[in-house]
Nanobody, 116 residues
Framework: QVQLVESGGGLVQPGGSLTLSCGTS????????MGWWRQAPGNQGRELVA????????NYADSVKGRFTISTNDAQNTVFLQMNSLKPEDTAVYYC?????????WGQGTQVTVSS
C-alpha cells in the first residue's frame, strides 16, 4: 500500500523559513500532479497551497506567492515546499498530495506553527 511520508514541520518565528518534504513509501506510477494543501486551526476545509501539474506548470495560493516554492524530484517521487518569510497566518497542518492515474493520495499531515 502506498503511503506519503512528510517531514520538516515545526515551530518557527515570524519571518523564518522551513522546508517540507514528502516521499512515497511504495511505488506510484502515472503521477500527474504533486502538491501541498493546508488546514488552518478552526477551519474545516483544506486550502490549496501549491500544486505542480505535469507540463502545465505550477499554481500557488495568492497568499503564498513570492514566499513559497514547490519543487519535485520526479525520479524519487518526492515533493518539497520551501517556505520563506513565514507569517503567523501560515500556521496550519500541511498535507502532501499526489494524484496518480486518477487516484488521490494524501500524507498524514505535518504541523507548521509560526509564532514568536
Amino acid at each position: 500500500q502506498v503511503q506519503l511520508v512528510e517531514s520538516g514541520g515545526g515551530l518557527v518565528q515570524p519571518g523564518g523559513s522551513l522546508t517540507l518534504s514528502c516521499g512515497t513509501s511504495g511505488s506510484i506510477s502515472g503521477i500527474t500532479a504533486m502538491g501541498w494543501w493546508r488546514q488552518a486551526p478552526g477551519n474545516q476545509g483544506r486550502e490549496l497551497v501549491a500544486l505542480t501539474v505535469g507540463s502545465s506548470g505550477t499554481n500557488y495560493a495568492d497568499s503564498v506567492k513570492g514566499r513559497f516554492t514547490i519543487s519535485t524530484n520526479d525520479a524519487q517521487n518526492t515533493v518539497f515546499l520551501q517556505m520563506n518569510s513565514l507569517k503567523p497566518e501560515d500556521t496550519a497542518v500541511y498535507y502532501c498530495y499526489v494524484l496518480a492515474l486518477g487516484t488521490p493520495y494524501w500524507g498524514q499531515g505535518t504541523q507548521v506553527t509560526v509564532s514568536s
